[in-house]
């Protein structure tokens, strides 16, 4: 069993910087797939970025590219969503997500691959 904590959400202003943590626990951490979705009321969990288990390539959606970055520190056992040049549509309630399964690059952004996930951490962005 697996439990991801999320943590750092809360109130930006529109250009400013958020860091977001996820703390994982109950398995080795490298071994896991890792994600960040978002989601607004009433639509589905979107795809933000991703961490590959073993080497950790990591991979974002277009919309969040050159500005949100992901990392993990195996050590802590906590990866990272880096969050720069925030704007109002960023803002929804984050969670963190991790698979046991090596994903394939194209099913990263499917939420239904990953088995684990966190209770959620609400970004808002304001101008």
């Known amino acids: 069993q697996v439990q991801l904590v999320e943590s750092g959400g809360g109130l930006a202003q529109v250009g400013g910087s958020l860091r977001l943590s996820c703390a994982a626990s109950?398995?080795?951490?490298?071994?896991?797939?890792q994600a960040w979705f978002r989601q607004l009321p009433g639509k589905e969990r979107e795809f933000v970025a991703g961490?590959?288990?073993?080497?950790?390539?990591?991979y974002a959606t277009d919309s969040v590219k050159g500005r949100f970055t992901v990392s993990r520190d195996n050590g802590k056992n906590t990866n990272y969503l880096h969050m720069l040049s925030l704007k109002p549509e960023d803002t929804a309630v984050y969670y963190c997500?991790?698979?046991?399964?090596?994903?394939?690059?194209?099913?990263?952004?499917?939420?239904?691959?990953?088995?684990?996930w966190g209770q959620g951490t609400q970004v808002t962005v304001s101008s």
């Open positions: 109950g398995r080795t951490f490298s071994t896991l797939t």
């Open positions: 961490l590959k288990r073993g080497m950790g390539t990591t």
């Open positions: 997500a991790a698979s046991t399964g090596g994903l394939i690059v194209s099913s990263l952004s499917d939420a239904s691959k990953y088995e684990y």
